[in-house]
């Protein structure tokens, strides 16, 4: 199916506009308040059983939608098929919605150019945000200058698409800063080709805790991670430095099985590793490519841009993980919570960090080798677990947590399982975990009460705010 060309009704849906003012047309405006609409009648699936309701809102959401894709031809193929996709829905009966056509149609990684817009329409949830299948709608533009192109010829990820908010329904008010076609509505799973995360709200969310943490710890910020407080734009370009490293991460190394355990049910400390594992593998090849550019007198200005960009993915790697990702969520089963633990007390025990006189402040010249060494020791459980059934890898990998971050005193797991628990199911072992298996330590509780409101006022936010 081809989209129609637009009527004289379509053609004023976007008059005078162009793709940089698309979020200010009346067509988005249509769109957005069309889709915001039909959430209010979706199931949790995103089937709707008030069908005369719904269709005069998707008539409207289609037109939109057909008004607007000239303004992305790029985009033709998918917004075609959503279309189809979205008048299929509508006119099977508005059951549990199937957007595998056009899901398979978008292909963003296609176009990874600095400031490319694309219209994003899908019954989604969203991660860290809503967890229903609702009909959510984006204005999303790339972030791709030429240092990260260069970069990735060596650091290859294809599937990697970094991208700007620019306009979104509810579901993305939230938490929520990626971007995943798993989270669409469709009836079968294809192979995916690409994954999104919005460096702009990672950076906004960056700068504005950061800077409370350092201001309630006292820290005196070294220059350049200072200069990232005051630039967005910096901030948001070290993040995607920092995630297409990360990102291709998970699949590379001396690994489990399956190390992203995705589709497993594993204790959540497991996921802590996984995911600090591959942090700590951006920090250090941050530190080795800081250490190669440096050593050079000959370098271009995508090079320079590398070279300061690896010196500030070091500090966001350590800032965010001890000051967001430590702080931020509930203390059921959090991975990334954990995870920020696990390096703020291992740098501490290392004496590379100090908490003296109420005041926070680092060993700058030594943190490398600390932070290395944490990735080290994660690196050598991972090269042994292929030797290991898998609870042993469990345990193993309890043991050098609980190593570094104290157990909650009524843990089973700290005390020892029972020989029935060892002698049985998978299953036993994640049952006997505590939702908060490793409770904050004091200085994260207090950190935790004085940067509750900074934490809260970052849902939602965008690289503008």
Known sequence: MTIATPTRAADDLIADHGIDTVEQTPAWTQLKSAATALQSLQARDGSVEDTAAATPLLDDLIAAIEALAPLFPHDRAYLA??????????DDGLGVPDFLDSLVAFQPQEHRVDGIRHLVVFPMYTQ??????????????AIWPEFIARLETEYTNRLFVSLRLIDFTSGYDTNSAVLFPETVAMREIPTFTWGAIFQDREAARYRRVTRAAADITKLELPAAAARMLDDQALTEQTFVMWDLIHDRTHMRGDLPFDPFMIKQRMPFFLYSLEELRCDLTA??????????????????????????????????VIFDRIFRFAITGSRVRNYDGLGGQLLFAWLHQHRVLHWTDTSLAFDWDEVPAAVIALADAIDELYWRSIDRPKVAHWLAAYDLVRAVVTPHPASAWARGLSDEVLAGLPKGYTDAVLDDEFPLSMFFEALEK???????STAGIRGTD
């Open 81 to 90: 098929a959503s279309v189809a996709d979205f008048r299929r829905w509508r």
């Open 128 to 141: 860290n945000g809503s967890s229903d299948r609702h009909i959510e709608a984006l204005i999303v533009e």
């Open 283 to 316: 920090f250090r090849e941050c530190v080795s490519l800081q250490a190669r550019l440096s050593a050079r007198d000959d370098l271009d200005a995508a090079e320079k841009a590398m070279l300061e960009h690896a010196e500030l993915v070091q500090y966001a």
């Open 450 to 456: 004085k940067m509750r409101p900074v934490i809260a």
